[in-house]
């Protein structure tokens, strides 16, 4: 049955030069037209490793995420490979009797983190290895600076950032990763990485990295929460944009290679700004809290699986070269 228009009903054609949804009317222009696009190689997946043998652990805030024994991280890397992912981000947990004031694990001769690092460039030469410097993961206080009287030491935290560092571009990083927010750590790394003949080894600085309430999964993995306080008085308040541009010009002035602005969804602003004002690649890390917050509403039946391509494309669009992110896996599978 065909609809009849009542008698009083007139259509009257506009004339308009300009028809968006010409551009959009069917599947091929809407690919044609498209300013967005995703790619596996935008992607550095992060990586949870523990001690052991044959060991995967599940966490719980983090659905189809796992801390990986050596073993089987390997395996675990040969599998994202075969799906296109070539650059890897690998976090380690310590264990509990290992950590203390001044972080020493960090930096000890064949360390988990250490082994981890060199077994990967051993068996995949091919991967980009992206490691983390920070002091929490090995420290008895949970913070990312040495803690004397209650208050983070800035100057004697980049010592053992130094030689942590080092010890790490000796196993076979090939861009390490300060994500501990002290002032000056990218030039202090970069003269020690040159003085020991690591000029080839990159640094990705996290530039803007916020005080957010988006890593609860992520300290649960690596059980590095704070032991008391907070992390404010180093990382970023998120009221502020404009600390990005100084905390930004600063690290490019000491020699970083790349500008990381962490979280990323609540801070697609900061990405924006960033890429507008520096000729630098921009990387946003789309945190565990972002994570698991689109997976618990997928999961609920709240959200579609679309939403997962929506949130990346928004980082994107936002500025991002590089997005690390903890769906990198999941997406190089469809892409």
């Avoid at 935008?42 to 052991?52: N, Q, V």
């Avoid at 650059?87 to 203390?100: G, V």
């Avoid at 690649?281 to 509403?297: D, Q």
Wanted: aromatic content about 10%; proline content about 5%; overall charge negative.
């Amino acid at each position: 049955m065909s609809f009849v228009y009542p008698a009083s009903f007139t259509i009257k054609l506009l004339c308009m030069l300009r028809r968006p949804r010409r551009n959009r009317k069917n599947e091929v222009v809407r690919n044609l037209t498209q300013e967005t696009w995703l790619s596996k190689n935008d992607f550095i997946f992060p990586l949870f490793l523990c001690e052991g043998e044959n060991k995967k652990v599940p966490i719980a805030s983090m659905p189809n995420i796992y801390r990986f024994s050596i073993d089987l991280l390997l395996e675990e890397i040969d599998a994202c490979r075969n799906v296109g992912l070539k650059a890897f981000a690998p976090f380690p947990q310590i264990e509990e009797n290992l950590k203390d004031s001044i972080a020493s694990e960090s930096y000890r001769e064949n360390n988990l983190y250490v082994r981890a690092i060199a077994a990967i460039k051993q068996n995949f030469p091919d991967v980009m290895l992206f490691t983390d410097v920070a002091l929490d993961p090995y420290s008895s206080d949970g913070h990312d600076g040495i803690v004397k009287n209650g208050e983070i030491l800035n100057d004697e935290t980049l010592e053992v950032l130094g030689k942590m560092a080092l010890a790490q571009a000796q196993a076979g990083s090939d861009c390490i990763a300060p994500s501990d927010m002290m002032d000056g750590r990218v030039g202090y790394l970069r003269k020690i990485l040159d003085e020991n003949g690591f000029t080839q080894v990159s640094i990705l600085a996290y530039t803007a990295k916020y005080a957010s309430a988006f890593y609860g999964p992520f300290r649960d993995a690596l059980e590095s929460a704070p032991k008391f306080g907070d992390k404010k008085t180093y990382q970023m308040n998120p009221a502020n944009a404009r600390e990005a541009l100084l905390e930004a010009t600063l690290d490019y002035q000491e020699g970083a290679d790349i500008l990381m602005v962490k979280p990323a969804l609540p801070y697609l602003d900061v990405i924006r700004l960033l890429k507008d004002n520096f000729h630098l690649p921009i990387a946003a890390y789309n945190v565990s809290g972002e994570y698991a917050m689109l997976k618990a509403a997928i999961a609920n039946a709240w959200l579609s699986e679309k939403a997962i391509l929506e949130a990346l494309l928004s980082i994107k669009r936002a500025g991002a070269d590089i997005i690390l992110s903890y769906f990198a896996k999941e997406i190089a599978q469809i892409l």
